[in-house]
């Protein structure tokens, strides 16, 4: 089966990091792109991230730039977002998905596959 498998969200206190996995499975993990996205309560979803399977590069959402790292680990087939001073605004589902690697984007339009979501609640 084609799967993405997030994990590892949780409660963190403002100013605090958490790290996300997405294990993927039943497709060739080099052959596609992969992004990182949330939807906060009552706000439409945002793409905040997302990796080349070719040479890695990486693009951020002006939100979460210098805060949050996305990264891969071929070995694994294991998609990661490293999350760094969190803040309250940062609360939401957090989503991966994959998306055909003929453009880097985090827009949702160019992703054909997606894991269910993990929660990061930011709260003191």
């Known amino acids: 089966d084609v799967q993405l498998q997030a994990s590892g969200g949780g409660l963190v206190r403002p100013g605090g990091s958490l790290i996300l996995s997405c294990t993927v499975s039943g497709f060739a993990f080099d052959e596609y792109n992969y992004g990182w996205f949330r939807q906060a309560p009552g706000k439409d979803r945002e793409g905040i991230s997302a990796?080349?399977?070719?040479?890695?590069?990486?693009i951020y959402a002006n939100s979460v730039k210098g805060r949050f790292t996305i990264s891969r680990d071929r070995t694994r087939n294991t998609l990661y977002l490293q999350l760094s001073n969190l803040k309250p605004d940062d609360t939401a589902i957090y989503y991966c998905a994959r998306a055909p690697a003929q453009l880097l984007s985090f827009q949702a339009r160019y992703y054909d596959t997606w894991g269910k979501g993990t929660l990061v609640t930011v709260s003191s």
């Open positions: 990796i080349s399977s070719s040479d890695g590069s990486t």
